[in-house]
C-alpha cells in the first residue's frame, strides 16, 4: 500500500521528530520527492537552504531523492516610479531633524525612503538590467 505522509517540523531539527527518526532509520522510507515552498517576497529566501540543508544532512532523503524546485535565482533591478515615491513619502512624518527618532535613528521622510517596500510596481519603468543576487540549488537535484 503506498501513503504519503505529511510532517510538519523545523527541517533543521528533524532528526529530533519521532516519526522521521523511523524514516531515517529504514532506507525504505527515506524520501523520494522533497516539495519547498519556502521562497520570500523581497529577495529572501525564508532559511531555504538551511532548512533544507537539514533535511539532507539528517539523512531523510533517498539518494535518488527529487526536490521541487531544483533551483531558483533571485534577480533585483532598479525602477524608476513617481507614484511610488510620492507614496512612500507619504508613510512619514516631517520632524524637525532627519535623525529624531528613537535612539538617534532615521525617521520621517530618510525613514520612508530607505525602508524596502513589497509592492506590485504599476507605474514604474526599469531603468538598468535585472541582476542576480543569489542562486541556491536544492540537495539532490535531478
Not at 503506498?2 to 516519526?19: F, I, K, L
Not at 520570500?40 to 524546485?69: H, Q, Y
Not at 534577480?75 to 516610479?81: F, G, T
Not at 520612508?112 to 504599476?122: I, Q
Request: net charge negative.
Amino acid at each position: 500500500k503506498e501513503a504519503v505522509t505529511v510532517v510538519e517540523v523545523d527541517m533543521r531539527h528533524a532528526n529530533t521528530h519521532p516519526v522521521l527518526q523511523t524514516v531515517i532509520a529504514d532506507p525504505a522510507k527515506k524520501a523520494d520527492i522533497v516539495v519547498s515552498e519556502l521562497l520570500g517576497s523581497f529577495g529572501d529566501n525564508e532559511l531555504s537552504p538551511e532548512c533544507l540543508d537539514g533535511a539532507e544532512r539528517c539523512g531523510l532523503m533517498k539518494d535518488t531523492c527529487v526536490s521541487i524546485p531544483q533551483n531558483y535565482t533571485a534577480y533585483l533591478a532598479p525602477v524608476s516610479s513617481m507614484r511610488l515615491y510620492t507614496e512612500a513619502q507619504a508613510q512619514a512624518y516631517i520632524p524637525s531633524r532627519a535623525t529624531d527618532g528613537p535612539m538617534g535613528k532615521p525617521c520621517g521622510t530618510l525613514q520612508a525612503m530607505e525602508t524596502p517596500y513589497v509592492v506590485r510596481t504599476y507605474a514604474a519603468s526599469q531603468t538598468h538590467a535585472e541582476q542576480p543576487c543569489w542562486a541556491f540549488s536544492h540537495p539532490h537535484a535531478a
